[in-house]
């Protein structure tokens, strides 16, 4: 990670050929996989502020320039947690009972959280759009999370999350 003299991170910044091709994601993350590893620990040891202000900014160019409906990897492999207030706005989407949403399309984890049945999302389409966007689970609002307060606590989280989603790898990746 470059730094000043000051200790403050330099300008740093991502550009639309830093975030690889959602089909490239697997085998670059393979490749990477130590560096990545590496990363991940340097910042667990990094100023949480400036951690956040920095991965904050990545997180807004990418999203300036980079739509997820051109990939969609989180939809079709992984699987939100997913809350009991989520059961109940998404059934009231879908004109369902909760017990039914539940019965049809989840499970509940080692965790003890709802997730979906199988991947990918029984919600995503063929053009990768999700037929209950606006009321999709918390978790999927807020993927892949680089915007969140205290990202020092996801790092492993987001760690996984470079693996699936092209964002996460190119942050992680320009902070290397």
């Known amino acids: 990670m470059k730094s000043n003299s000051n200790g403050a991170l330099s300008s740093i910044s991502l550009s639309r050929n ?9 085998a670059l993350f393979a490749t990477n996989r130590g560096v990545l590893k590496k ?4 910042l667990a040891k990094f100023n949480q502020r400036q951690l956040d202000d920095i991965v904050h900014k990545l997180h807004h160019e990418a999203f300036g320039f980079y739509d997820c409906l051109d990939c ?29 949403l539940v019965g049809k399309h989840l499970k ?19 053009d990768n759009y999700c037929q209950i966007y606006s009321h999709r689970p918390k978790a ?26 092209p964002v996460v790898y190119a942050i992680l990746m320009k902070l290397a």
């Open 39 to 42: 990363t991940v620990q340097k």
């Open 18 to 26: 830093d975030v690889p091709a959602p089909d490239k994601l697997k």
């Open 108 to 126: 509940l984890d080692e965790e003890g959280d709802f997730v979906f049945h199988t991947a990918p999302c029984p919600f995503i389409d063929d």
């Open 72 to 100: 969609s990897n989180c939809c079709r492999s992984i699987s939100p947690a997913i809350s009991h207030n989520d059961v109940e706005v998404m059934a009231k989407k879908l004109k369902v009972r909760p017990s039914d």
């Open 140 to 165: 999927c609002r807020e993927y892949p999370h680089t915007d969140r307060s205290r990202f020092y606590q996801i790092l492993k989280l987001s760690l996984k999350n470079a693996e699936v989603c």
